[in-house]
């Protein structure tokens, strides 16, 4: 079985800090793996995946994510935060070699300090 | 970029009413939909994936005659709640899916049921 482990429900940082948003995955299979963000009463918007390729993944709004199979991470991070990052992250899992299902995680909320 | 639609955005309802909710792929023909519930502060939880011309596969403890699934064209999934009642509220998100590595999210409906 799958599962993702989120570490914090909720992470703040100060504006213009390093974003760290923590993720362990478990799979049987190789993974694809997922961040996606979500705003107040929203849905999902999809941050960056990774899919077997790269083991360092760039995404959207100047966040990344690295995939580490000996530590069966996928922790994502950016360099500067934004107050605009504000928001919901989901950490997710699938196994394509299955089927099309994704396992999300928990969720961290991230708060901006001015 | 592929669009999902989801309609409405909120509903409130009387118990004992149905509500149904519908999802839509703008831009592309989805072979696979997938109907997720969010409770408040919580992650996504997986109800039941809907493929074009099929039953609905629900996942265990998600009620199949009280989370009615349809999904008659590979740009339309439903989801029908019958006799709602107050514990049935919730954020109801679907997605589409468009390859084994990628699911476009609707922007969500609010269901309250008074």
């Known amino acids: 079985a799958q599962s993702v482990t989120q570490l914090g429900s909720h992470v703040s940082v100060s504006e213009g800090a390093l974003v760290l948003l923590r993720c362990n995955y478990s799979?049987?299979?190789?993974?694809?793996l997922f961040w996606y963000v979500q705003y107040p009463n929203q849905g999902l918007q999809l941050l960056l995946k990774?899919?077997?390729?790269?083991?360092l993944v760039k995404g959207i709004n100047g966040f990344e994510a690295e995939f580490k199979k000996s530590e069966t991470s996928f922790h994502l991070t950016k360099p500067s935060a934004h107050m605009s990052d504000a928001a919901e992250y989901f950490c997710?899992?699938?196994?394509?070699?299955?089927?099309?299902?994704?396992?999300f995680g928990k969720g961290t909320r991230l708060h901006i300090l001015p | 970029g592929a669009v999902v639609s989801q309609h409405p955005s909120r509903v409130i309802c009387k118990s004992g009413t149905s509500v149904k909710i519908e999802c839509r792929s703008l831009?592309?023909?989805?072979?696979?939909m997938f109907w997720y519930r969010q409770f408040p502060k919580k992650s996504l939880m997986l109800m039941a994936t809907?493929?074009?011309?099929?039953?609905?596969?629900?996942e265990q403890g998600v009620e199949k005659d009280k989370f009615l699934i349809n999904h008659a064209s590979l740009t339309l999934s439903t989801l029908t709640v019958t006799s709602a009642h107050p514990e049935d509220s919730s954020f109801y998100i679907c997605?589409?899916?468009?390859?084994?590595?990628?699911?476009?999210f609707g922007p969500g409906t609010r269901l309250t049921v008074l």
């Open positions: 997605s589409a899916s468009l390859s084994t590595d990628t699911q476009y």
């Open positions: 799979s049987s299979v190789p993974p694809y």
């Open positions: 990774y899919t077997s390729a790269a083991t």
């Open positions: 997710a899992v699938s196994s394509p070699a299955r089927d099309d299902k994704i396992i």
């Open positions: 831009d592309f023909q989805a072979t696979t």
């Open positions: 809907s493929n074009e011309g099929s039953k609905a596969t629900y």
